[in-house]
């Protein structure tokens, strides 16, 4: 079946720092990847997402490139502000019945 | 911005109460989901459906009960709430159409004292 594994956090950066959060995956099939954040006390926001093999998606600064060959789709950020502080989760989809399978969230906090 | 909502934001209810939490959205997605998110963040699927009559359970089991009667319209109900349902519950929908993205709520954080 699907599945996603996300490096676990807390991620701890000082801004302006280069920031990678790395994501990998098993699927079957060509599915899409995604990007969501979470700010504190919110839902999900889509921040970016990719289609097929080589496409890179990018929102807000933020990249990720969809890499077939090494299953992975690594979020980067060239130098992250105070308000990237946020929880990020990695998803594929679809499975049956088209729903995306998350991965299990990394935290990000950037000081000052 | 996703037109998708959830109420109550913040709900702080006493053992044994029946409670219903709401989603509505407004985009004409068929599909919709519950989420619950624990305190580690992860999130964990309990309820969707595919459409009007429409529901199944999730990956994860919850004493929670949905219906779908309406497109717009996911309700998930609790009938005798615990202390173990304290939680962060995501609503979200989506269109038909395969690898799409889902658009999520804001949420609501359940706390059952």
């Known amino acids: 079946g699907n599945s996603v594994t996300q490096m676990e956090g807390p991620v701890t950066l000082s801004e302006e720092a280069f920031l990678t959060i790395n994501c990998t995956y098993t699927a079957t099939g060509y599915p899409s990847l995604f990007w969501y954040v979470q700010y504190p006390g919110e839902g999900l926001q889509l921040l970016l997402k990719?289609?097929?093999?080589?496409d890179k998606g990018s929102n807000k600064g933020f990249e990720a490139t969809y890499r077939k060959e090494t299953t992975s789709f690594h979020l980067e950020k060239g130098s992250v502000q105070v308000s990237d502080s946020a929880v990020y989760f990695c998803a594929l989809g679809p499975r049956a019945g088209n729903m995306l399978t998350f991965g299990g969230g990394t935290r990000l906090m950037v000081k000052p | 911005e996703a037109d998708i909502y959830q109420t109550p934001r913040y709900l702080v209810i006493g053992t044994g109460k029946k409670i219903t939490l709401e989603c509505s959205q407004t985009m004409g997605h068929d599909k919709m989901y519950w989420y619950q998110q624990d305190p580690g963040m992860e999130l964990h699927l309990i309820h969707y459906s595919y459409g009007v009559n429409s529901t199944e359970k999730g990956d994860l089991s919850s004493e929670s009960t949905v219906s779908r009667i309406r497109t717009e319209h996911f309700p998930l109900t609790l009938e005798s709430a615990r202390p173990s349902h304290t939680s962060q519950y995501l609503c979200?929908?989506?269109?038909?159409?395969?690898?799409?993205?889902?658009?999520f709520g804001q949420g609501t954080r359940l706390t059952v004292v």
């Open positions: 979200a929908s989506s269109t038909n159409a395969g690898n799409t993205e889902a658009f």
């Open positions: 990719a289609t097929k093999a080589d």
